[in-house]
């Protein structure tokens, strides 16, 4: 997600200085009543617009492609979680141990305490040691879903038949959320998805407790 801020900061640089630029040029051809007798054949500033334009491009593209390949490349996972969407709700099973998997439905208004979050908050987050590496694997059982957490720029579809992966490297602690971002029926607004980012001793005391 660092780099996905970085790259759009990037691209508005660029698109703000085209937007001043060819707004300067435009008052300046409103305003004042020059001519000039040469600009009918110009082949310096033809190949000025042709070539700029071009290496502009080029200057945006390469970040963009770089990031894809960020996006796709998987290093050595330390942790795999399967995530498994259902309606509507989602299930979480972890791979590297056994007896380890939950249902994760979404806290009832009526059944809310007050520390707990209006439709984002779930009675059994997905826990995630921050620092790690992790491999979040998803797929559906019923209709196509969308496991998406926008604060770590993560959106990957859950298909039914089909395996989709992702990693994951959360740098602090702290509740992540997300929701469902595939319309998937009359309660699509309500599977949401809690990450609960914590430190590794307290990751491996909860998985301890769980098993």
């Known amino acids: 997600m660092e780099q996905l801020l970085f790259f759009h900061d990037h691209t508005l640089l660029i698109l703000i200085i085209i937007t001043i630029l060819v707004g300067q040029m435009l008052l300046s051809m409103l305003f004042n009543k020059f001519i000039n007798r040469f600009l009918l ?17 080029i200057i945006i593209a390469l970040p963009s492609l770089r990031l894809l390949y960020i996006l796709d490349e998987n290093l050595n996972p330390m ?5 498994i969407g259902h309606q509507w709700y989602w299930s ?24 707990s979050f209006r439709l984002l908050d779930v009675d059994n987050r997905l826990v995630i040691p921050f620092n790690t590496q992790v491999r979040m694997l998803t797929t559906s059982m019923d209709v196509i879903h969308s496991w998406t ?4 720029g993560v959106k990957i ?22 929701q469902c971002s595939e319309i998937c029926g009359a309660n699509h607004s309500f599977m949401p998805i809690t990450i609960e980012s914590i430190n590794i001793n307290s990751f491996l005391k909860w998985i301890s407790s769980n098993k």
């Open 92 to 115: 979480y099973e972890y791979s590297d141990y056994s007896n380890i998997e939950f249902d994760s439905y979404m806290i009832p208004i009526n059944d809310m305490k007050s520390s």
């Open 41 to 57: 054949e110009g082949q310096m500033i033809e190949m000025i617009w042709t070539i700029l334009p071009a290496l502009i491009l």
């Open 157 to 178: 579809d859950s298909v039914p038949g089909r395996l989709n992966q992702t990693n994951l490297l959360i740098n602090r602690t702290g509740l992540l959320f997300g």
């Open 79 to 83: 942790i795999s979680i399967k995530a």
């Open 149 to 152: 957490i926008p604060s770590l």
